[in-house]
């Protein structure tokens, strides 16, 4: 790789990227281009780029790994290069305010969120429903 520009992709498969063009497609989960002349990236324009790392810096993403806005300049920061490996404690990321962090409630939260979606919405239904 590159330390003053180049793209990487993080891709669920095993097939190789062509080398020309910007690669796409639903095996992509990830795809991070660096240096000011990379040009392909996630984002729009060179601008969008993360910064380039170099012979003392490394590229890492930003709150522990955890953001992808789909823009490297907002996700990536450069900073002293910090190895990790399967003996590096776990950094899981949680999810934020989305309708994502309800798989996160256990069974009894579950039920009490439901009850109170059926209690709401049981006099709209009940209006609703044709008189027999």
Wanted: aromatic share 6%; net charge neutral; with cysteine.
């Amino acid at each position: 790789m590159a330390a003053t520009s180049g793209k990487v992709a993080l891709v669920n498969g095993t097939s190789a990227l062509s080398a020309v063009g910007c690669p796409s497609g639903a095996t992509i989960l990830d795809f991070v281009g660096y240096g000011t002349t990379a040009n392909c990236r996630e984002g729009s324009t060179t601008a969008d780029n993360a910064a380039a790392p170099s012979n003392t810096t490394a590229d890492l993403r930003k709150l522990s790994g955890c953001p992808d806005t789909n823009n490297n300049n907002a996700d990536f920061t450069t900073g002293a290069a910090t190895p990790r490996n399967t003996a590096t404690t776990l950094s899981p990321c949680s999810c934020g305010t989305s309708y994502a962090s309800m798989f996160a409630l256990d069974r009894e939260s579950w039920k009490a969120s439901l009850a109170t979606l059926l209690f709401i919405d049981r006099p709209a239904l009940l209006k609703s429903r044709p008189s027999q």
